[in-house]
Structure formats: structure tokens, C-alpha cells
């Protein structure tokens, strides 16, 4: 599955899009989240990690297909 | 309700004012967001800014939506500049035109504060020696 990375996700990640193996098609958030923190463990020292699902945040039960557009949103500082 | 968004390298601020120009509305309110020298009284070199553009747009879009259902508004520019800033330059422009000024104080208020808040776009802050990513909300 091919996650987008940002900001200081970006860097901990080290690609601005990482190719995430996923063995089933469908996968909750929370699940997705821990297979990424195995992965990525410095992802969880960040204050909070969102995950966006087709460009709208997502939720811990939000479903995501492994076609989906997902990316690592990490605490946001526009403005 | 007419609304302009944009990411772009650089904010035109008299073009963002042009938009906003409306024969109905009585007042205009602008907010302008500038790079400044001090953070946590460390000396700021220079800013850089990332989007996740297309999400990023549509959170605009829908912002400008919610702001226009809150308060009677003519017309709304949104505008965030990507890349590298220096110490003074523009990075978001907000404004609104309403009939009246109270709408218009309020929803740029309100547009401001919730773009800080859901919209991504990550800041880099590069001082003297280092720099890093700054993590504001949530």
C-alpha cells in the first residue's frame, strides 16, 4: 500500500511516500497504526499521529482498502 | 458566497485584496500571517512550509463553506504559501467581505483559528544551528 508521508512523519519515515506491506485488502486504522509503530517506532514519541483516508481524517475504526490514498498526518502548524 | 483558495510559492497581497473588492459589502477584513525573527526566544532564521496539497485545499474549501453558512459573507480568499519564507514574508492570507464588519471580523477570526487548527501544512523552523519541525495541534 502506498502511504504519503509529511513533516516530521516524512522524516522519521525517511520517504515522502513509503510502499507499506499489507497482506489483507482491508485494514483498520488501528491496526494499520500498529503495523506502521513496528515499523516506525519513533512514530510513536510524536503527540499524535491522524491518519487521512482519501483526504479526510480518519478514525480509529475507519476501514481502509489497501487502493485507497492514505498519508501520516502528524500534529499540523500552517498559519 | 464567492471563495478564492490557494497554496502557492508566493501571496500577492494586493491581488488577495482585489478579490475581495465587492460592490455589497461595507467592510472588508484581512488577516495576514508573517514570519517573525523569535520562537521560544530563540532567533529564527527562516521558515519552511510543506502542504499536503490536495487534502489541504479541500479543508479550505470546506472552512470557507462552514464560515459562509455562520455569517452573512459576500466574499472569502484563503491563501498559504509553501517553501521557504524569510523573516517579515506573508504565509496565509485570510479575508472576508460581508455587508457589515461584525461578520466579517468574526469569520476571518474563525477561519484563521481552524485552519491552525485541521488544515496540513507543516512548518520547519531553521534557526542559527539546527531546525526542526514544529508540532502545534493537536
Known sequence: MKVHAFGVAKDITGA???DFPMEETFVKVKD???LL????PDLINLPSLAISVNLFYASEETVINKHDEVALIPPVSGG | MESHIAITTDINIADAYQMLVDPK???ICTFIGTVRDLNNSKEVNNLFFE????MALLKMEVLAEEAAQKWPLNKIVIIHAIGKKEITEPVVFIGTSSVHRDAAFQSSRYLIDRLKEVVPIW?????QDHSTWINAHP
Open chain 1, 16 to 18: 515522502a511516500m513509503i
Open chain 1, 32 to 34: 494499520f497504526k500498529d
Open chain 1, 37 to 40: 509503530y513496528q515499523k516506525y
Open chain 2, 25 to 27: 459589502s461595507g467592510g
Open chain 2, 51 to 54: 502542504a499536503y496539497e490536495k
Open chain 2, 123 to 127: 512548518k520547519k523552523e531553521t534557526y
